[in-house]
C-alpha cells in the first residue's frame, strides 16, 4: 500500500502540521501536539505525483494501513493522538 504526495498532503492538513523548508528539495512537516513536536515527515517537491512517500509511516509512528486509511477520511487526527498516547510516544 504505497503512499503519494497526495496522501502525504492530506495526513499533514488532517495533524495540522506546520511546513517548513520550502523550496527545497522537500517540505519539511511537522507535528504538534499541545505545542511540543510529536513527529515529522518530508514531502517531496517532485513533479511525479506518484513518487512514493512510504516512509511516512515510520516517522508518525502508524501503520501503513492506517496512514493509508487516514489519507482516505477513515481516522483523523485524534485518532493518532489516540494511539500515540497508547505506544507511550505522548504522554498523557
Same mark, same amino acid.
Given at each position: 500500500?504505497?503512499?503519494?504526495? =497526495?496522501?502525504?498532503?492530506?495526513?499533514?492538513?488532517?495533524?495540522?502540521?506546520?511546513? =517548513? %523548508?520550502?523550496?527545497?528539495? &522537500?517540505?519539511?512537516?511537522?507535528?504538534?501536539?499541545?505545542?511540543?513536536?510529536?513527529?515529522?515527515?518530508?514531502?517531496? &517537491?517532485?513533479? #511525479?505525483?506518484? =513518487?512514493?512517500?512510504? &516512509?511516512?509511516?515510520?516517522?508518525?509512528?502508524?501503520?501503513? &494501513?492506517?496512514? #493509508?486509511?487516514?489519507? %482516505?477520511?477513515?481516522?483523523?487526527?485524534?485518532?493518532?493522538?489516540?494511539?500515540?498516547?497508547?505506544?507511550?510516544?505522548?504522554?498523557?
Amino acid at each position: 500500500m504505497m503512499l503519494d504526495k =497526495e496522501d502525504a498532503q492530506i495526513i499533514a492538513a488532517k495533524f495540522n502540521g506546520v511546513i =517548513e %523548508q520550502k523550496n527545497r528539495a &522537500h517540505d519539511l512537516v511537522k507535528i504538534y501536539y499541545k505545542g511540543i513536536r510529536v513527529a515529522s515527515f518530508g514531502i517531496r &517537491h517532485g513533479s #511525479k505525483k506518484s =513518487e512514493g512517500h512510504d &516512509h511516512i509511516p515510520k516517522d508518525i509512528h502508524w501503520s501503513p &494501513h492506517k496512514c #493509508k486509511e487516514c489519507a %482516505q477520511c477513515k481516522y483523523g487526527f485524534d485518532d493518532w493522538v489516540r494511539d500515540m498516547i497508547a505506544k507511550g510516544i505522548i504522554t498523557a
